[in-house]
């Protein structure tokens, strides 16, 4: 969409080549372990055992290309925007003294110093308000695009069909008339009596309509449960005090910025 000229993606410059070398590695990879998984014939509790399984329903077991493009969606999709979210999420606790205290009495009364498990979701509350909180600060997927499919009016402005319309959740989320301070960091803006139908619609971290994100409750379990878990123990601080800088690449990431874990209980049992 950017580049609209596919011949200039064909040009053996150094970035294309590095590209063509990344997506072969990514091949490789992604065809090895499903390789050894099928070798090792073991039933492992995983995601890939899942997918290669099939639908226990209808006995179909996928094939080779199925699994690969599944297991290319997956980490395409699934990896980096979670990933994502939790550093954003521990640069804002940092900074956020309030916000972590809150966090770290949740986590404490819940967990009592062992990792969070999918059964602990429903009782980390606030850990699920931060974590929406970073996602309208700084959703990774910072830009969404469209295509028209046939000639629209929006806001007084028309589009022809087959138009390219670029949509940002960045600056819809902070849109001052429907996220009241919205340069403000506050996990309550999202308490069930606080929550509008308006902030509801303008949130766009996850999209909207028929392509909206099919991880959003696998991606947001993971990082609460990661959120959680590293929380009980640990105390991330940044290692050179400094601001936190959004750089739009594909997805929004902090400018890299290294943070250092600081046990949480000094002298406690070792749970890393
Ligand atoms: C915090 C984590 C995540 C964020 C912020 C996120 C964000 C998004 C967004 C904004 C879209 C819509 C793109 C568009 O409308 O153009 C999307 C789509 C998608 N996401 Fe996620 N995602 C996350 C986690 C995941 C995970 C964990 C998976 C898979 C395990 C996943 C799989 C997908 C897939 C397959 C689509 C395409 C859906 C379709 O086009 O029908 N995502 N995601």
Redesign the pocket.
Known sequence: MLLPVPWVHRVPTPANRRFARACAALEEAIGGAIRHYRRAEEERDDLLSRIIAGDPASGRRPDDREVRDQVM??LA??VE??AT?LTWTFHLLARNPEAERRLWVEVDAVLAGRPASFDDLARLPYAKRVLTEV?RLY???WM??RVTVADTTIAGTTLPRGADVVISPYALQRDPTVFPDPDTFDPDRWLPERVTGRQKQAFL???AGR??????L???A??TIALATISGTWNLRPARPGPLRPVPRFLLVPAAQPMLPHRRHPGGEDHG
């Not at 392509?211 to 959003?216: K, P, Q, S």
Request: net charge neutral; proline share 7%; glycine share 14%.
């Open positions: 969606s997956i999709a699934g925007t979670t979210l996602l959703p990774p997927t969404l695009s971290a996850f999209g392509r909206r994100c099919m991880g959003e696998f991606g947001m993971e990082a």
